[in-house]
């Protein structure tokens, strides 16, 4: 049975840092692309960042570059993002995916197949 579990949500201050985490467990995780995706009540899913299998490959949506910081330890079968200066437009459910075939699409990442993802934790940024 596999499992993608996220943690590190919850509420930060405008300006301040947060890192999620999201491990796996059941699946080849060395084997798959990896991405954070996100969604704000009343809108689109968004493809945050994505990362490909042999880390060669980084993507990022224009709303977090320079900002946000994607990474996987293959050892640990996690993955990782690191977010800084949060603003309080980042407020949303943000779900960890594990997939293949990374393509991007105005500017965000996409992932074409998806097998596995996680149940999603929930970053809000308030004052």
């Known amino acids: 049975q596999w499992q993608l579990v996220e943690s590190g949500g919850g509420l930060v201050q405008p300006g301040g840092s947060l890192t999620l985490s999201c491990v796996a467990s059941?699946?080849?995780?060395?084997?798959?692309?990896i991405g954070w995706f996100r969604q704000a009540p009343g809108k689109a899913r968004e493809g945050v960042s994505c990362?490909?299998?042999?880390?060669?490959?980084?993507i990022y949506a224009d709303s977090v570059k320079g900002r946000f910081t994607i990474s996987r330890d293959n050892a640990k079968n996690t993955m990782y993002l690191q977010m800084d200066s949060l603003k309080p437009e980042d407020t949303a459910e943000y779900s960890c995916?594990?997939?293949?075939?990374?393509?991007?699409?105005?500017?965000?990442?996409?992932?074409?197949?998806?097998?596995?993802w996680g149940k999603g934790t929930l970053i809000t940024v308030s004052a």
């Open positions: 990362l490909s299998m042999s880390g060669d490959r980084t």
């Open positions: 995916a594990v997939g293949a075939k990374l393509i991007t699409v105005e500017s965000q990442c996409v992932m074409l197949s998806v097998p596995y």
């Open positions: 059941g699946l080849a995780f060395e084997d798959y692309d």
